[in-house]
Nanobody
Framework: VQLVESGGGLVQTGGSLRLSCAASGDTFSSLQMGWFRQAPGKEREFVATITWRGWSADYADSVRGRFVVTRDNAMKSVFLQMSALKPEDTAVYYC????????????????WGQGTQVTVSS
């Protein structure tokens, strides 16, 4: 499985961005998908995850109510709609996939994209 993120960029505080992650391979519809982020000098942290059917999602407390994760299995894609962005949301955002059940732990994900930079100016 290969993952390619897109949609990052520079946005002002309070603005919105929509990240996309396109997957290759035939197993996408069975994969748990997640979004993580890593700011300079900080560890990679969980942002959001969505189950393989898209029926259930979970979010980090820091983004809950502002970010929404969705997926389209026919398009082999997962999306992260980010709203009310804050400077502390500035990071490289990574799409990840795992075989298995729900998880918020980065080390339990099997596949990773290359990341896309999101910068929120104050």
């Amino acid at each position: 499985v290969q993952l390619v993120e897109s949609g990052g960029g520079l946005v002002q505080t309070g603005g919105s961005l929509r990240l996309s992650c396109a997957a290759s391979g035939d197993t996408f519809s069975s994969l748990q998908m997640g979004w993580f982020r890593q700011a300079p000098g900080k560890e990679r942290e969980f942002v959001a995850t969505i189950t393989w059917r898209g029926w259930s999602a979970d979010y980090a407390d820091s983004v809950r109510g502002r970010f929404v994760v969705t997926r389209d299995n026919a398009m082999k894609s997962v999306f992260l709609q980010m709203s009310a962005l804050k400077p502390e949301d500035t990071a490289v955002y990574y799409c990840a996939a795992r075989n298995g059940a729900y998880s918020t732990a980065a080390d339990e994900y099997d596949y990773w994209g290359q990341g896309t930079q999101v910068t929120v100016s104050s």
